[in-house]
């Protein structure tokens, strides 16, 4: 078994790989948000019980904090495998699993839109893609036929879009990411924001789409079931496409 661990700039998602396991099917998954670290311990020691664990693959974008925070977890629920047990860091490399790294500086690519991309290239081989993952910040990157990683768009989440709104306009309201669009134009406040931040998310990767002349675009991330109605290109949603892009970086089956 292989445990895959997402640390996120919100949450911290894992799951849990059998070998030769198909693309993102998991023994076990979850995920935590950074409030509720404690509670890995538990789920972790559930989910291995009986089972042993061969190695560690984590992306972290959260920061020195949560990487120590982590590794404390991990010497807490693997006490008896460590240090034998392997835990990798996982960081963006010029080549890996089938793809290039076509980043300037390859290292300095997030490793989450480096997994991301690996993923997205294993789930659509042959074929020029956009990977959009839509969380804390929308990442927007284009993958070709033969697996090159171009490089790619960042933009705020479609929740810190209509969050920095609130925050820095006096007179806006907070509003949520998962209401009720109108038809047409807004008229009221409310709609209007809602309108505006789904529009802006949607026309970037319909922007990437068109730019890249993709046949499909992969979307994951807590905002993509919002988002995604909205694109007018093709698209197929796609759940932990980081954890998915671990897995493959790891050797898992296609």
């Known amino acids: 078994m292989i445990l895959l661990i997402d640390a996120g700039n919100t949450r911290v998602k894992w799951a849990l790989a059998a070998p030769g396991a198909a693309l993102g099917e998991w023994t076990a998954h979850g995920a935590v948000a950074h409030t509720d670290l404690p509670q890995l311990e538990l789920a972790w020691s559930e989910a291995t019980a009986g089972r042993e664990v061969s190695g560690i693959l984590i992306a972290n974008v959260a ?4 990487h120590v925070h982590l590794e404390y977890v991990l010497q807490r629920t693997f006490p008896a495998m460590l240090p034998q047990l392997a835990i990798e860091w996982f960081a963006s490399v010029p080549a890996l699993a089938g793809l290039t790294n076509g980043y300037r500086n390859p290292a300095q690519l997030g490793c989450d839109r480096f997994a991301a991309a690996i993923a997205g290239h294993a789930l659509a081989p042959d074929r020029p893609v956009i990977v959009a993952n839509c969380g804390t910040a929308t990442t ?14 960042i933009l705020p989440g479609l929740g810190l ?20 669009l109108p038809d047409g134009f807004a008229d ?24 890249h002349g993709a046949a499909e675009c992969i979307i994951s991330g807590g905002a993509a079931p919002f988002i995604a109605p909205m694109l007018k290109v093709p698209y197929r949603i796609v759940e932990n496409i980081v954890l998915i892009g671990l897995h493959a970086a790891a050797g898992g089956a296609e």
Not at 63 to 66: K, Q, R
Not at 141 to 149: E, L, N, S
């Open 188 to 211: 009221n406040t409310d709609d209007a924001i809602l309108s505006g931040c789904m529009t802006a998310q949607s026309g970037a990767i319909e922007h990437a789409f068109a730019l």
């Open 63 to 66: 920061g020195n904090a949560l």
């Open 140 to 153: 927007i990157d284009a993958v070709t036929a033969d697996g090159v990683f171009l490089g790619g768009m």
């Open 161 to 180: 879009m209509a969050s920095s709104l609130a925050r820095n306009t006096a007179q806006l309201p907070q509003i949520a990411q998962d209401g009720k």
